[in-house]
């Protein structure tokens, strides 16, 4: 069974203070994985897309990687404007549907 | 930017009665989607529609819930004879391509009273 898991379920950072959040997952035939920030009330906001291991993404503060088995997403000397929840999800190849993992809730600390 | 739109934002209704929900797609995007959330749980999928027709769905859209596009924009999910445990956030979501990433609005959420 398809199936994605985050961790850790919640992490608090100091302003600057980079940390790193991982999305484990088994798939059958991954087409791609991707990241998304939810803010409270909110609707999940796109930030990367990775297909294959190896592959690496950016933006701004964020940085996205990718292996068969996992992804990080390392965030570098993070703001409070970065407090949210970040989700994981995964797509297979013989479907459109994306299956999501529970997120990681950051909360950034001035 | 633009945007997918869902109307309306919040929408509490009686046990038994029949919702409907709307979104506004992004206008080039083909691919239409309807998820949900039930607070503090995963988002889960439930149907996929491409080409006027459903073109998966998971095991919880059964025969209560039915999705359509009546006039070319608007993508609608409708609740028949809703449940306590129909409450949760609906998000529709769209993409351009199967394979590409989903732009998902700021959802509905559904309160059964």
């Known amino acids: 069974e398809d199936q994605v898991t985050q961790s850790p379920e919640a992490l608090r950072l100091q302003e600057g203070e980079s940390s790193s959040l991982n999305c484990s997952y088994t798939?059958?035939?991954?087409?791609?994985l991707f990241w998304y920030r939810q803010d409270p009330g909110k609707g999940p906001e796109f930030l990367f897309t990775?297909?294959?291991a190896g592959e690496e993404k950016e933006k701004e503060r964020l940085k996205a990687t990718l292996t068969k088995k996992e992804s990080f997403l390392h965030i570098t000397a993070p703001k409070p404007e970065d407090s949210a929840t970040y989700l994981c999800?995964?797509?297979?190849?013989?479907?459109?549907?994306?299956?999501f993992g529970t997120g990681t809730r950051l909360q950034v600390f001035p | 930017e633009p945007e997918v739109t869902q109307t309306p934002s919040h929408q509490v209704t009686q046990m038994g009665q029949e919702v409907i929900l709307r979104c506004v797609p992004i206008?080039?995007?083909?691919?239409f989607y309807w998820y949900r959330q039930i607070l503090g749980q995963k988002v889960e999928f439930l149907v996929s529609?491409?080409?006027?027709?459903?073109?998966?769905k998971s095991e919880i859209f059964d025969d209560q819930f039915s999705v359509e596009r009546p006039d070319g924009s608007n993508f609608t999910l409708k609740i028949r004879s809703t449940k306590l445990e129909d409450s949760a956030m609906y998000f529709c979501?769209?993409?351009?391509?199967?394979?590409?990433?989903?732009?998902f609005g700021q959802g509905t959420r559904l309160t059964v009273v």
């Open positions: 206008s080039n995007h083909l691919y």
């Open positions: 529609f491409y080409n006027n027709e459903i073109s998966e």
């Open positions: 990775l297909y294959s």
């Open positions: 999800a995964v797509q297979a190849r013989n479907t459109d549907k994306l299956i």
């Open positions: 979501a769209t993409n351009r391509e199967s394979s590409t990433e989903a732009f």
């Open positions: 798939v059958s035939g991954l087409r791609g």
